[in-house]
């Protein structure tokens, strides 16, 4: 036990486990997901809301199998490693507030950190600017982290808490196997399934969930979080988790090279705006928020499996901004930003600045 753990602490166990995730990303794709979104925790999170009926966008509506898996998966690996640890308290509606935002500048970029890597891995150069606006936000960041911005201590608290989401996932996936989709029908008891567009486009239920709970158990082991690659970069000029996110990308691209997948260019793009401005607005308003509540959707899902009732605040916070999303028109589409995308993001980044300035700890 004490091996494997010290192997996945080193460099190359953070490559491997990036290296893991870009492979199997594309071969996810390859087996039925949505091009260049072999995985991505914002627009699986968004299907999911769909699929609860959070939205009647009728083409974003499924249950991800892998979202379940990650949150499950690093469970498993918690309590394996004995690691899990409910705790919870740390300003819950203000990372509800952030998770909200942060899937409404993912949306309008249409990926969250994982889809701009795996973007940019499949050939869509639009992906550029997404990246360099998460990168932005993450370092807008720092300036608050540095100048003493702070959500508060979490508590441990009983073990239920931090059992919460865990059985959430475990009860949607209840929900897809006594609610399995009937063909040719957009529901099946209680669940919405899209019948076109990227929601029908699926790998497997059970490879899907599967590699999930791979991913999941592999991640919590290395605490990988493409948001705090960046961030120790630029704090600490620390590049171990940089190592990582690096390997999910050249692994993705090697993967789709060898698949045939990889496509580049900027126009028509799979699920993907040529918008660049806005590209690179949403993800600043994504990478910002990451930040300020400590880490990527990705590591908020594992942290949630850990028993962080905070991190699970926030990954409520994300479906339910995926429903805010859909439901008033702020999503982006192929064809562009949605009609108040734009208000909402700017709106989303003065909300972002506001919580940074009014929660830095005061120096005597």
């Not at 997404?130 to 100048?147: A, D, Q, R, S, Y």
């Not at 940089?242 to 999910?248: D, W």
């Amino acid at each position: 036990m004490s091996k494997f753990t010290q192997i996945f602490a080193t460099r190359w166990g953070i490559i491997a486990v990036g290296a893991f995730i870009g492979i199997l990303a594309q071969l996810l794709q390859k087996l039925g997901n949505p091009a260049n979104m072999g995985v991505c925790v914002a627009c699986f999170e968004r299907d999911m809301a769909g699929s609860l009926g959070l939205h009647r966008a009728d083409i974003v509506q499924y249950m991800r199998p892998e979202i379940i898996g990650f949150v499950i998966g690093s469970l498993a690996a918690a309590y394996a490693f004995k690691e899990f640890r409910a705790r919870a308290g740390s300003a819950p509606i203000v990372r509800f507030v952030l998770g909200a935002f942060a899937m409404i500048g993912g949306l309008v970029f249409l990926g969250c950190p994982w889809r701009a890597a795996l973007r940019l891995a499949g050939g869509d150069w639009n992906a550029i600017l997404g990246l360099l606006g998460l990168i932005g936000g993450i370092w807008v960041g720092t300036f608050f982290l540095k100048g003493g911005f702070n959500l508060g201590r979490s508590r441990t608290t009983h073990t239920s808490v931090g059992w919460l989401l865990p059985l959430i996932m475990l009860g949607f996936l209840a929900l897809t196997l006594v609610f399995p989709q009937v063909e040719g029908q957009n529901r099946s008891g209680v669940l919405f399934y899209s019948l076109k567009g990227p929601g029908s486009m699926h790998a497997p239920l059970f490879i899907s969930l599967v590699i999930g709970l791979i991913v999941g158990f592999l991640a919590q082991r290395s605490r990988f979080c493409t948001m705090g690659a960046i961030r120790d970069l630029v704090l600490f000029r620390q590049t171990h988790l940089l190592s990582g996110f690096i390997a999910l990308v050249v692994f993705a691209f090697l993967t789709n090279l060898v698949l045939g997948q990889f496509n580049p260019g900027f126009a028509k793009q799979p699920v993907a705006h040529t918008m660049g401005l806005w590209n690179f607005g949403g993800m600043v308003l994504a990478g910002l928020a990451f930040c300020l509540a400590g880490g990527c959707p990705g590591r908020q899902l594992f942290l949630s499996g850990e028993g962080d009732g905070d991190a699970a605040v926030f990954v409520l916070g994300m479906i339910v901004g995926a429903g805010i999303s859909h439901n008033f028109g702020l999503a982006s589409s192929p064809a562009g930003v949605g009609p108040y995308g734009i208000p909402a993001v700017i709106t989303g980044l003065l909300v972002c600045l506001f919580i940074g300035f009014t929660m830095r700890k005061q120096v005597a």
